[in-house]
């Protein structure tokens, strides 16, 4: 899976992307979330949450952990897995006079935009014929200048490899140039920039059962999808009322006995250009039960539509 792109066969080279099944990481770089007591809980968290943690930081940080780990692999090993979109959420730390940029999902990480940018690139560098699609969103504490301070990041850490959103996206195209990177940003400052994609559309159940998140999508399909990239994700979202009535369990828990229900509906879906055509599957954990085999493995229905 380190470099299926390459390996694909070349009838599907002259694919667009969007025609393909591309595994995904719903958030990506929640590996590295900050365990540290004195990190804030994020300020996207209910304001009760925030409360509770502050006053009652030993009893509610351990739920937090276990329920906003959704990735347990460095983005590296992730690449290496197969995953080629990662779901990256930015933030500002409130009260930080710097101006670094991390990810954030319940807390802050550990690790900076900018470190996981350039891993990205080390590894891209290594897999020459490998494309990813990095898409940026859930903007929290992002000033104008900072956002422009991203760009010259992504710019700096990418150069030529940044594919700009004029550019056929085939994999013989993308080669052929050298581009192995598509940005997507979820903020209007992307139409004024030609290597910022605009936001990817994320189909997202907003279900913690299996079955109500196919019944989801299956409600979807009929209705035709769009037209560019898109991602269909395949994570379940806990509520609060799920956390409490399971209080020993964790989001890995719940992914892990959800995933054969889950696979095996994927292995019914087809990517291309039809209604009811998937393109990028994101889920959490994905190691777990062939995620990524099992939505590459959909790339060999096109071509039996094509032979």
């Given amino acids: 899976m380190e470099s299926w792109m390459s390996h694909l066969p070349c009838a599907l080279w002259d694919t667009p992307l969007y025609h393909l099944a591309i595994p995904g990481s719903h958030n990506a770089i929640t590996y590295c979330l900050d365990m540290n007591d004195r990190s804030p809980v994020d300020l996207t968290q209910p304001d009760m949450l925030q409360k509770l943690d502050k006053y009652m930081k ?3 940080r351990p739920f937090v952990y276990k329920w906003a780990v959704t990735q347990e692999y460095t983005i590296k090993q992730q690449l290496d897995c197969g995953v080629r979109y990662c779901d990256l959420r930015i933030a500002h730390r409130p ?5 670094d940029l991390y990810f954030y999902h319940g807390v802050y990480t550990t690790l900076t935009v900018e470190t996981v940018l350039l891993e990205i690139r080390e590894w891209l560098d290594a897999h020459p014929k490998e494309v990813v699609i990095l898409s940026f969103s859930h903007f929290l504490g992002l000033s104008p200048e900072l956002h422009m301070l991203l760009l010259t990041t992504i710019r700096n850490v990418f ?9 056929a996206l ?12 598509i940005v997507s940003y979820e903020h209007n400052i ?16 907003n279900k913690c059962k299996a079955e109500a998140l196919i019944e989801e999508f299956e409600n979807r399909k009929p209705h035709g999808r769009p037209g560019g990239l898109f991602v269909t994700g395949i994570n379940l979202t806990e509520d ?4 409490c009535t399971h209080p020993t369990e964790s989001l890995k828990d719940l992914v892990t006995s959800t ?7 994927v292995k019914e879906q087809t990517p291309g250009s039809r209604v009811g055509s998937l393109n990028i599957i994101a889920g959490d954990f994905i190691t777990e039960s062939h995620f990524v085999p099992t939505v590459v493995t959909l790339n060999e229905k096109l071509l039996k539509w094509s032979s």
Avoid: F, M
């Fill in 159 to 167: 150069t030529s490899k940044l594919c700009p959103k004029t550019e």
């Fill in 259 to 265: 995933y054969p229900t889950l696979l095996s509906w």
């Fill in 240 to 243: 609060l009322k799920y956390i």
């Fill in 58 to 60: 030993p009893l509610i």
């Fill in 95 to 99: 009260n930080d006079s710097s101006s």
């Fill in 190 to 205: 992307a139409s004024c920039h030609s290597e910022l994609w605009p936001h990817v559309p994320y189909w997202w159940a």
């Fill in 170 to 181: 085939t994999l013989r195209n993308l080669w052929a140039i050298g581009y192995q990177v």
